[in-house]
């Protein structure tokens, strides 16, 4: 695993849009997976600045979100559809087309979660997969006890997770109790990996991705055995890793 450490959040998001920029010059018809949350924000702000000053295209990109809420309209404040053209999509020239979220709506939301898994597959599996992380070490809404080989599925939110994304919504009770979220075989599928974590409450969270034993309790650790992960990460969300390689 490559860890690159920065001073702070923004140089954290300045490495992270750097990174991300090369992949999409390098390949314009990448296909990207994306996060949502605080921690990529700063990260998307560059995607766009960079866009309109040196004009990278997402014309080629094609897109698939980790997660949706289970229960919000597309149009809700706080549905990821919504986070993702309001932070980064309504901004660049990405093709709407090329545009994936599940869809928190479906009639069928077994038959959503399938289709989902497939168009992955069908566009070739994920180039490179962004990921934040839980404190309780979910990746995606993969929350802890989720089994390895899951693929897209519906998972039921842990408290602690409510509460730590009640901060957008008006009180905890507004949060909603399900998501959809790529399942941990999905992610582990991504050709490369970038993961971004900022700020101190993160620091036990990244201790133990790197140095816990790989267990279901602690979802991230999977990333021992992928075999292209780039973790970008504060000084602050790094305190307890001593040997950094950059
Ligand atoms: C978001 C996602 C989550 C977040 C994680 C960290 O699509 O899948 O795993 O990455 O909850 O969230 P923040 O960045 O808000 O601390």
Known sequence: ?????????????????????????DNPAI?????TGGTPEGMYRLLID???????????????NLDEYIGLPKDDANSYYSYMWKTLFDHIDINDEHVHLPNG??????????????????????????????????????????????HTHVIELTDSTREANSRYFSNIYEVPKEAITMGIHTIMQAKEIVLLASGERKAEALNQLLHAEISEAF????????????????????????????
């Open 1 to 25: 695993m490559k860890i690159i450490e920065t001073n702070n959040y923004q140089e954290m998001s300045e490495k992270a849009a750097h990174f991300l920029i090369k992949k999409v010059q």
């Open 31 to 35: 296909i990207l997976g994306m996060a």
């Open 50 to 64: 960079d866009h309109k000053n040196n004009h990278t295209s997402y014309q080629g990109v094609t897109t698939f």
């Open 105 to 150: 709506l479906a009639t069928n939301i077994e038959e959503e979660c399938k289709n989902y898994e497939r168009l992955i597959k069908q566009y070739g599996g994920i180039d490179v997969q962004v990921l934040g992380i839980g404190e309780n070490g979910h990746i995606g809404f993969n929350e802890p006890g989720t089994a390895f080989d899951s």
């Open 219 to 246: 979802p991230a650790s999977i990333l021992q055995k992928h075999s292209n992960v780039t973790i970008i990460a504060d000084r602050d969300a790094l305190k307890h890793i001593s040997h950094v390689t950059v």
